[in-house]
């Protein structure tokens, strides 16, 4: 089962359409079969929210890995109080900081070099734009996306997974509190501080 997930980790994920509910109470009756079907349908978008935590192509395959192993030794308890990927991304996520804490120092992968002038030029207008995207919706080439992972690095754990929940993942307030177990009005003023130092770095990339 764990070279399944590590040979289907960069697989695109296709939607596959089929009763969860019925997968899920298969899987946890033993069914290998809708156990993979569920990580099939599940992994990649897993896998690309770990990528923007923790910035490493590496640790979030490992850390999809160890999240999809937890799901399996963790089933039989899942009640069904909260969808089963609400609890399942719980899980990644939880994974994700611990490894990230434990590892201060995250390795991230970018491009090498600086941005050269047309990029910084690209970039200033995101940000003079009052109407532009905030920081982490503005990557629409691969190098702007470099950049803001390599901003994304530079802020705090905890600034850094609710801006990516928040204005990545779309999730809303009461989502992320649930997920990450702390009040809404804590995820409101991280992603508060987290977007305003975000910013603060882009910004400074263009100087």
């Known amino acids: 089962m764990v070279k399944f997930i590590q040979e289907q980790v960069n697989n695109s994920g296709a939607n596959i359409s089929i009763d969860e509910a019925f997968l899920v109470t ?6 290998v079969d809708s156990m993979e079907r569920l990580i099939m349908k599940y992994q990649q978008r897993i896998y ?5 935590i923790c910035g490493n192509t590496d640790d979030a395959a490992e850390l999809t890995q160890d999240t999809f192993v937890r799901v399996m030794q963790s089933l039989k308890g899942f009640r069904a109080q909260s969808s089963f990927y609400t609890w399942m991304f719980r899980i990644s996520i939880n ?7 434990r590892n201060t120092k995250v390795s991230f ?8 002038e047309t990029l910084k030029l690209q970039l200033k207008d995101f940000l003079i734009d009052k109407n532009s995207p905030r920081p982490p919706q503005l990557a629409e080439t691969n190098e702007l996306h470099n950049l803001v992972m390599e901003a994304l690095e530079k802020l705090d754990i905890d600034q850094r997974t609710v801006v990516v929940l928040r204005d990545i993942e ?16 804590t995820v409101k003023s991280r992603i508060a501080r987290g977007r305003k130092n975000l910013r603060e770095i882009l910004e400074a990339t263009i100087q």
């Open 109 to 116: 992968q970018s491009l090498q070099g600086e941005p050269d």
């Open 26 to 31: 298969q899987a946890k009756a033993g069914n």
């Open 95 to 101: 994974l994700t900081l611990n490894f990230c804490k």
């Open 48 to 52: 690309n929210t770990i990528l923007k």
């Open 170 to 185: 779309q999730m809303n307030y009461a989502e992320i509190a649930e997920t990450l177990g702390i009040e809404t009005g």
